[in-house]
Structure formats: C-alpha cells, structure tokens
C-alpha cells in the first residue's frame, strides 16, 4: 500500500537506491562512451549513493525529520561526489532536498512534483555546458511526467520514473556517440535506479530485484556492441529501467590533442557564493566536463583538464579546497609504474579476528554491525597498503557492493585487485591461510578462492526483534542458529542451538572446525563442543579463536 513521504521513507529510498545501483554497476561502468570511455559511470554513482546512505543513517537524532533527512542525504551526496554523474546526482537530490526540507511532513504530492522540477532545473544551472541526451534529459522528463501526474506522493513517484524511462530510452536519438555504440545514457540510467528506489519507497512494492538486468548488456567483448534487448513482457514493474544498455557522462566534451593528457580534478571548496562565477569562468576555459554544485558555503567541483595544477589554483583563488583528487583519464597521462609488493585486505567483526589477521600479514578493516565500511573507506585500505596487487576479503555477503566499488576506484590507481567472494569471517581465515605471495598473481587468486569456497560457515546469534526466517518465526532473544547464511535453528539455549547447528554442519563432512568466540561468550562454550567433536568425529580437528565480535559464536567447517 503506498507510504508517506516522511524520514522513513527517505531512509528506504537510499537503502533501495544503493542496492539496486549496486547490483546494476558493472553493467553502467561497462557501457560507458560520453564523453571519455572510462568505464568508471556505474562506480561513481554508486559511491556517491552510498555516501548519502551513510549520512542519512547516522542523521542527528533516532527519529529525525523529514528535513533532517534530506538534508543529510543531500550533504552526504555532496561530500562523497564522484564523478561528473555522482557530482550531477548530488545537485539533483540537494534540489529536492531545498523543496522537501521547507514543506510538509509528511510531504504532499504538489511538494514533489516542485522538489523534482526544482532538482532538474538546478541541475542545469550547476552544468557550464548542458548536452540533451544525458542525466540532465531525464531529470527534466521526470519533472516534466511529476507535473502531469494526479493522485498522491506514490502516483507522482510512479510518473515521474515512468517518464524517465522514457526518457532514456530516447538518448540515443539525441546523442550521437550513443547512437553509435548502440547505448542509452549511463548516468541516466543510474538516476533511473534511484528514480526507481524512490517509487518503491513510496509505493510499498519490493524493490525490482531484476533491475541490474533491465539496464541491459553492456557491449559485446568483440565486434560491434549488442542492440537493446525486446520489450519487456506485460507485468513487469511500473518503474523499470529501459532495456538495452545505458552510458554516459555530461556535458560537451572539446577535443584537446591527444598528445596532450587529460585529468579529472574533483575537490571540496569552502567558498562564499559570490566568488562562484568567477571560478567557473577559468575553470570552462581551463577544460570540459565542468560541474560545480553545493550551496551555502559548500561546493563540489569537477572539471576535465589538461592543466589539473591551474584548476587547484583557481580553487585556492575562489576559498579552500580540501579533499583534492586527480586522476589521469584513459587518453591522457601513462599508467603508473606497477608496485612489487602484494597485499590482503581483510574486513573483519572484530578487534580479536583484526589482531589475528594482522599478525598473518593482512591489512584489516574492522567493521561495527552498525556502521559497515563503505566503497570509500575500502578503497582507502587498499591504496593504503602501498602495494601493486591487493586481494580483497569482504567476509560479507552485505559488503559485497561496496567490495567491487572499492576495487574498480583502487584500479584506476593503477592497482591490481581481485575481490574473493568471502561471505563470513571464517572463509576469509581459511583464504588467508593459504596466501602465498610468491605465487603468480592469479594462481594465489585462484588457492584462496578455492580454500574460502571448501568451507561451510555458520553462526550463532540472538534475534533483536520478531522476525519471520526459513526455519520458522523467532521472537526478540531467541538464539539463532545459521548455516551458509540461513537460519537453521531457533532455540532458547546458546550451547544447545551451537551444538545442533555443529552436527548439521559435520554431517556433510569435515578435517578442520574452526570456533571463533564473541566478545561476551565465555570458553567453557568452545570447550563443549571441542570435546563433543572428539566424541563423534574422528579425525577431525579443532581450533578457537578469541573474536571479540558482536555475534555469539562463528562456526567453519573446512
């Protein structure tokens, strides 16, 4: 049933857009053309997505208001900006914000249908060279679909996504180069992700699990690129992204001699409004792909240019940029020299796992249930090692996005990354074990990957609420046993759920138990089950760690 358009739902609409431009990034970053064939569309977005997930999780109070919430989505956005199409997002959802945060609570259909045309036209106006068939097209054919829609925040949400599909669909027609490879825009279609989340927010319909595949193939490995796929079967959800592949960038691109090479300068500026034009006149004379957005003292900038340190200096002369980042474009400056070393990035529950880890030589990232790494904060570990080739253990089914968002940004730094799909702390001890950093890159690759996929991981936790699991429904401190990320066991003892899910996990087999220990469950647990394992099962080993996380008891069966 549709929902009202108040803190909640802002807070759904950037856990569904994250998801959902997560699962849909490898498709953008492979079809992207306009204006530079830097495959980077998807990533970006993502990661400017998730900075404003970040922000509208952590928003100032435990039950903020739907000003609060837009707000810390806009800033978050602002702040965590990549890219032409992550910095055009984040002006696009600053425009709703500046309608969303000054009208109702919950807010009113009319208060979005102005938030989405205040976001288009602001957009616009942050563009030093709009170009029709990009992000900017489809904002508009959002606002302009808003405005023509009757019914409540949820009717206009639907409209508004129609539109854009719409939209999109007609990119090509208006941009050549995407005529040419035969794509729609990339960045359009990653706003139709969101588009799409904030339809699902509003309407009370799941999320379009397919969406990934409704933004279409990315263009084939040889020969030509693959045409849009057929329409869509009838029943598909109201808002889904055009079939066939979607690419982009902004605005104009000028042709510099490729000889000469390009750069892409993003940084934060504190800067008074009134020193804005000026900046942006010597930044448009210094390159393309100009963006400046922000307001009230804030403001993001990028910019393609030839002259990456005459573009600093403007900032310096308009206020103080911070947080600067350059970074050479595909037709520009050579590759950096490849480093020698090789390093394990390794995200963990925990200070005891973490210690463990580090001491095995990997670099560790300890995660807070609550406050899980983001894209950003991985990328930072991996270029942080120093090291030419980095493998990358997520342990997390959940970090999974922000694993391959991170290693896109790390390889265009110039590092070597490989992501092993390690789904719990234990597979990514059982890879760990067997790194060898004198092996050829991809054969090390290969051994972890394997070691991570031979073994079976499992969990004991304590349910926060009532919840409905695959082995029945569980109220609030019941103990939950899990295998392979299902819950298996519902039970009231800790030992006794332990137990049970030890046996199903050995049924299947085994040569190594691994019992990894939380930060409140006491060894006399870990004793237990070591001796029942002795009792039942020959031959097979047993080793404890102290983990020191969250969750009661982790289980590896190897």
Same mark, same amino acid.
């Given at each position: ?16 857009? /994250? ?5 849909? +990034? ?12 830097? &495959? ?35 800033? $978050? ?12 997002? @984040?002006? /696009?959802?600053? $425009? ?7 009208? #109702? ?14 976001? =288009? ?5 942050? %563009? ?36 854009? +599909?719409?939209?999109?669909?007609? *990119?090509?027609?208006? /941009? ?27 309407? &009370?319909?799941? !999320?379009? =699990? ?5 933004? $279409? ?8 690129? #693959? ?24 605005? @104009? ?17 504190? @800067? ?14 210094? &390159? ?16 393609? *240019? ?29 590759? !950096?020299?490849?480093?020698? =070393?090789?390093? %394990? ?41 120093? @090291?030419? #080739? ?19 940004? =790390?390889?265009?730094?110039?590092? +070597? ?7 719990s702390p234990v597979q990514g001890l059982a890879a760990l074990a067997v790194h060898a950093a004198e092996r050829r890159f991809d054969e090390d690759v290969v051994a972890m990957t394997a070691a991570a996929g031979a073994t079976r991981f499992g969990e004991v936790a304590v349910a926060e609420r009532q919840s409905w699991t695959t ?5 609030? &401190? ?28 050995l049924s299947a087999g085994g040569e190594l138990v691994t019992l990894v220990l939380g930060a409140a469950t006491e060894r006399a647990l870990a004793d237990l089950l070591e001796a029942r394992v002795r009792r039942g099962h020959y031959g097979v080993d047993t080793v404890v760690y102290e983990g020191r996380q969250e969750a009661p008891l982790l289980i590896g069966v190897e």
């Open positions: 049933m549709p929902q009202p358009l108040d803190a909640a739902a802002v807070r759904r609409w950037c856990r569904d857009a /994250l998801d959902a431009v997560g699962r849909a +990034r490898e498709d953008i970053d492979a079809i992207n053309v306009y204006p530079v064939r830097d &495959g980077d569309t998807g990533t970006n977005l993502y990661l400017t997505v998730e900075s404003a997930a970040q922000a509208v999780a952590a928003a100032g109070t435990a039950t903020p208001t739907l000003g609060q919430a837009v707000r810390a989505m806009a800033h $978050g956005a602002l702040i965590g900006a990549r890219g032409n199409s992550g910095t055009i997002l @984040a002006q /696009l959802l600053r $425009g709703m914000a500046e309608v969303l945060a000054d009208g #109702e609570e919950p807010a009113t259909a009319d208060t979005l249908r102005r938030a989405l045309r205040r976001a =288009a036209s602001s957009a616009y106006e942050a %563009v030093a060279r709009p170009v029709e068939g990009t992000m900017l097209t489809v904002a508009t054919a959002a606002a302009d679909a808003a405005e023509r829609a009757g019914g409540t925040t949820a009717d206009v949400a639907a409209a508004a996504c129609a539109g854009a +599909r719409a939209a999109l669909a007609r *990119t090509p027609s208006q /941009l050549a180069v995407l005529a040419e490879a035969g794509v729609v825009d990339a960045g359009g279609s990653g706003l139709l992700a969101v588009l799409d989340a904030l339809d699902a927010a509003l309407s &009370g319909r799941p !999320p379009d =699990a397919s969406i990934r595949d409704r933004l $279409g193939r990315p263009p084939a490995a040889h020969g030509g690129p #693959e045409r849009a796929s057929a329409p869509e079967p009838a029943g598909a959800p109201a808002c889904a992204p055009a079939a066939g592949p979607g690419r982009h960038e902004h605005p @104009a691109r000028r042709e510099f001699p490729r000889a000469v090479p390009q750069y892409e300068v993003i940084y934060l500026l504190d @800067a008074r409004d009134e020193a804005l034009p000026a900046l942006r006149a010597r930044l448009d004379a210094l &390159g393309d792909s100009l963006v400046v957005v922000g307001g009230d003292g804030l403001w993001h900038v990028h910019v393609h *240019t030839a002259e990456p340190g005459g573009a600093v200096e403007a900032g310096i002369e308009a206020g103080r940029p911070h947080r600067v980042r350059i970074t050479g474009l595909p037709a520009g400056a050579a590759p !950096p020299a490849p480093r020698a =070393a090789r390093a %394990v990035v390794s995200v963990l529950p925990g200070d005891g796992l973490a210690g463990l880890c580090a001491q095995a030589g990997a670099t560790t990232v300890t995660a807070d249930a609550d406050e899980p790494p983001g894209g950003g904060e991985l990328a930072a570990a991996i270029l942080g090692t120093r @090291a030419g #080739e980095v493998v990358l253990l997520p342990n997390d089914d959940a970090l999974w996005h922000a694993a391959a968002a991170a290693a896109e940004q =790390a390889r265009a730094a110039g590092v +070597r990354v490989a992501v092993v799909p390690t789904r082995a029945g429904i569980c109220q609030a &401190g019941d103990v939950l046993g899990l295998i392979d990320g299902d819950v298996a066991v519902i039970g009231g003892d800790l030992a006794a759920v332990a137990r049970e899910v030890l046996e199903r996990m």
